[in-house]
């Protein structure tokens, strides 16, 4: 399987109509039992949340996905969509759902949002509306076992993925990658992003949020909500449906291990 050869110093690839995209997955919530809700973050611009708790009241594991932080990143949206339209996350756990963070950078098919923000980075002191509306919602949240952010990469050669994790080796990561690759090249590079791998498409970068001026949503999360996180990559230079299907593969992956379904 090869690149498409589209991205020369950005993302050029397949855009996606997000809000035909968040209407199907708002039909399609509602015929899976989740509950939704809006925050309104400035003129214009709304918030999707998705909450749907463990079946008949059990205990369950805390979930919790996001997808959409960048405008250039469709993969994350459509992956949404078909894990909700294929009811393809456990019914005995509590899970939270963020499908799209950054709507009005999908407008524009750029990174960034409607202001120039990079939302992504904007989580140590939250200026931006969007994220101070994320954040705002997070802190209601209880503790999160685990959490799993979906992001593509136009300048990768294959699917790869960051751990945040303390505790020891889990098996998560290395059950995400054998889940995508039936489906996607993972990136061979010994150093991707700048970092070195651990294993091919295993990246576990230093975990000192302090040490950084500006957080992504993974720093917030660890520091406030969770000691298990992974941002997943899809390399955004192969076709849209290749992209989304690495990014469903590595969500069942990681939650059929960890869930042990």
């Known amino acids: 399987m090869q690149g498409l050869g ?15 995209v968040l209407r199907s997955l708002v039909a399609e919530a509602g015929s899976h039992d989740w ?10 611009r709304r918030l999707l949340f998705l909450t749907r708790p463990a079946a008949e009241g059990r205990p369950g594991p805390n979930l919790y996905l996001s997808a959409g932080i960048h405008g250039d990143e469709p993969a994350g949206p459509l992956a949404m969509l078909e894990l909700v339209r294929s009811d393809g996350l456990p019914r005995d756990a509590n899970i939270w759902l963020c499908p799209c963070l950054n709507p009005t950078g999908f407008m524009a ?5 409607e202001d120039g923000a990079d939302l992504n980075r904007d989580y140590r002191e939250p200026s931006t509306p969007e994220v101070r509306a994320h954040v705002e ?8 076992d685990l959490t799993i952010l979906l992001h593509e990469d136009w300048e990768s050669a294959g699917f790869y993925l960051y751990e945040l994790n303390p505790d020891g080796p889990s098996g998560l990561a290395e059950s995400m990658i054998a889940a995508v690759r039936p489906v996607c090249p993972i990136d061979p590079s010994p150093v991707i992003d700048g970092r070195e791998t651990h294993a091919p498409g295993i990246i576990r970068p230093p975990m000192d949020p302090t040490s950084r001026p500006q957080w992504p949503e ?12 992974y941002t997943i990559e899809a390399p955004s230079d192969f076709v849209l449906s290749v992209r989304v299907a690495a990014l469903v593969a590595a969500v069942r992956g990681a939650i059929g291990k960890f869930t042990g379904i």
């Open 6 to 20: 589209l991205n020369h110093g950005g993302y050029h690839g397949e855009r996606i109509d997000a809000p035909a």
């Open 35 to 44: 509950r939704q809700s809006e925050v309104e973050v400035a003129p214009g």
């Open 109 to 113: 098919s750029t990174r960034e949002n």
């Open 137 to 144: 919602w997070l802190a209601g949240l209880p503790r999160l």
């Open 218 to 229: 993974a720093f917030w999360l660890y520091q406030h909500r969770t000691r298990l996180s």
